[in-house]
């Protein structure tokens, strides 16, 4: 019988369109300091055979009044609740930055509960078991907010504009002290196949970090390369969209046909 979502899933995800005859369901999970509608655009490029449902963290948006959860193992193991309740249908997980070592997390969990996700799509992220940068949640303010507009490729400004991200500093801070203090389990693999997705010009993340994330699964692993920097899926919507899209079409063929 299919799950329906109950109220805890309802209150972690988010929809921005309907896929009534979809074949699998996307869990998308955000990078720090951002929240669901961060993949706004890769869902109006995404085909219909994919419902794509975001995760909105405590303490953003419409949760805002929710204080943040800055331990990521606490984190995941809210999100695979809710997401457990979705598995009526198979699921793939897509997480950029910190959302792709929760989406780690998450898979992990929801494997121990006998859910094995179609993937995992390790978005701008070093692997798990990669050595951290210096960490900037220990940073001040200016330092911080340097760092996530650099990410964001976009020059800091002066006045009005300015305040807008201070404003996310709690959000942003208690998300990086989740990142930064995140270690993963000696050993830790997930049964699931991993595809890291990283752009080429990305300060954060090398070939060689991405291409670590295969020794955290015992299925298989793919790497793409795609134009840009860390927030290269705003360039390259549409290209990542097919992969992903592809993906999750040959990784079901796969669970079918078993």
Sequence with gaps: MARRAGPDASRWTRRYRPAWHASARLICLPPAGSAADFFFPLVQSMPSTVDMVAIQYPGRQDRDTEPCVADLGALADQVAGAVTELADLPVALFGHGMGA?????????LERDDVTPLGLFASGSRAPSEPRAVPLHQCDDD???AEITALAGVETQ???DAAIPRAALPVLRGDYRAAE????????????????????????TTVDHARAWQRHTTARFDLHVFYGGHCYLNSCTATVVNTVSEHIAANLAGERGR
């Design 158 to 160: 002066a006045g009005a």
């Design 181 to 204: 203090t995140y270690r993963p389990a000696p050993h830790t693999r997930v049964r699931c196949p991993i595809l890291a997705l990283i752009g080429d010009s990305d300060p954060t």
């Design 101 to 109: 070592t929760l989406g780690f997390e998450v898979a992990v969990r």
């Design 143 to 145: 330092t911080l907010l």
